[in-house]
């Protein structure tokens, strides 16, 4: 029985390329979508893999530059980084894809979008809540969830169809890369006391094989935003790529960390971001010398808060807009160079300069040229402790306990002699 068209968010990779023959087992006409986030794979070979499956429509669309302008530089700008650690990088592109899905589905007059997400995932969550945040009348589908396959399962359900996929029982690892980075799960990595093995990484080498020299990079920021790597001005997408393969030649950027999930486990999640971990590092740098000490701190805050709503989902939501504003805000300060070095899985910040900093070599210095005002320092420290010393005062009119201390640290030092 026919049911209508539905539009699938596909990757080429397992899971979506056996969902298109399930979803069309159960009726529908299959429209897949594949977004150039940045990923390596071939697109034109995709696009034929999805109708080769039975797609009757494969659209495959260049968002590169519309990943990194709406996406990427507002989370670098909020530093956003999952529980300090995970910058996003595959949850950057979900509100993406899901704008995307829901645009093609009103084209095509389909009656629902379809993930080839599992019931463990939290991709399932980001795509179907942003996707429903701006076409809610959709009906979401997840095949894999509600067929509860295992890989293995997968595996041989393609082979049993003539369905050409590329992962196999031996190399069984689950894999979502973009501009942004590349995420790796399944296999060994599930055994938290297990070292990632060298094969699940290819941007980055191991850091032991990285070049026995250094190298020193810098990045131009404006507005919080990198203009320039090395001088060299560059267009987002562009910079991006360039850092992640000088980055990586060095082995920086490998992230490895156990992550509290949306659907409510613990999982071990590696991730290989060179480009993000060198831009972040550097960016926070600079804004230490261009902020004021109080916006850093309640930015901090923010920064989780900003995190947080990118990773479950909440991009379309109006306190991400309203946090945008107050960071694109603070940004305007943020402007600089900031010089970077690179060695065996490091990346150390070894200089900043900027028009803006509000570090004072005349304020800070200890040499000749000091022109802090000592002299102000007593009438300084008596204003600072007044508080503290004003409460001892009235609730310890003993001298505020001083002299049971002093006395206690005498007998501690004769005891000690």
């Known amino acids: 029985m026919y049911k209508g068209k539905v539009v699938l968010a596909y990757s080429g990779g397992l899971d979506t390329s056996v969902a298109i023959k399930w979803l069309m087992d159960q009726g529908y006409d299959v429209v897949t979508f594949t977004a150039d986030v940045g990923q390596v794979v071939d697109l034109e070979a995709c696009k034929e893999r999805a109708l080769l ?12 530059e519309e990943f990194v302008q ?12 999952y529980q300090g650690t995970y910058p996003l990088t595959s949850a950057l592109s979900r509100p993406l894809i899901s704008k995307y899905l829901a645009k093609i589905a009103e084209i095509e007059g389909a009656v629902a979008v379809a993930h080839g997400c599992t019931g ?6 980001r795509i179907e809540v942003c996707t429903k945040a701006l076409k809610p009348d959709l009906k979401m589908m997840a095949p894999v969830r509600d067929w509860h396959f295992s890989r293995d399962e997968e595996i041989d359900y393609a082979k049993e169809h003539g369905i050409p996929i590329t992962v196999t029982k031996k190399s069984p690892y689950s894999i979502d890369d973009n501009l942004w980075g590349r995420a790796i799960e399944c296999g060994p990595l599930e055994d938290p006391w297990t070292e990632p093995p060298s094969d699940a990484f290819t941007l980055t080498v191991d850091p032991w094989k990285a070049p026995d020299g250094a190298e020193y990079i810098e990045i131009t920021f404006e507005e919080g935003i990198p203009a320039a790597l090395n001088g060299e001005e560059m267009d987002g997408v562009s910079l991006i790529a360039k850092l992640n393969q000088i980055a990586g030649k060095y082995g920086v950027g490998r992230i490895d960390m156990i992550e509290d999930r949306l659907v409510g486990f613990k999982s071990r999640e590696v991730y290989e971001c060179p480009a993000p971990v060198v831009l972040l590092q550097a960016k926070k740098a600079l804004e230490k010398m261009t902020l004021s000490k109080d916006v850093i701190a309640a930015k901090a805050d923010l920064e989780l808060k900003y995190a947080e709503l990118a990773y479950v989902g909440y991009w379309f939501s109006p306190l991400r807009e309203a946090l945008d504003a107050f960071f694109n805000q603070v940004q305007k300060v943020v402007n600089g160079v900031v010089r970077v070095r690179l060695y065996k899985g490091q990346s150390v910040v070894v200089g900043l300069k900027s028009p803006n900093s509000l570090y004072a070599k005349d304020l800070a210095t200890y040499s000749a040229g000091d022109a802090f005002d000592h002299s102000s320092a007593v009438g300084f420290i008596n204003i600072w402790g007044l508080p503290v010393v004003t409460w001892k005062q009235v609730h310890d009119p003993k001298n505020g306990g001083c ?13 000690q002699v």
């Open 70 to 81: 709406d996406y990427v530089w507002p989370a670098l700008k909020a530093n956003a980084m």
């Open 120 to 125: 463990k995932g939290q991709d399932q969550v």
């Open 403 to 415: 002299e049971s201390e002093v006395t206690l640290s005498k007998e501690t030092v004769k005891s």
């Open 53 to 64: 499956t039975g797609a009757c429509n494969a659209y495959v669309m260049d968002l590169k």
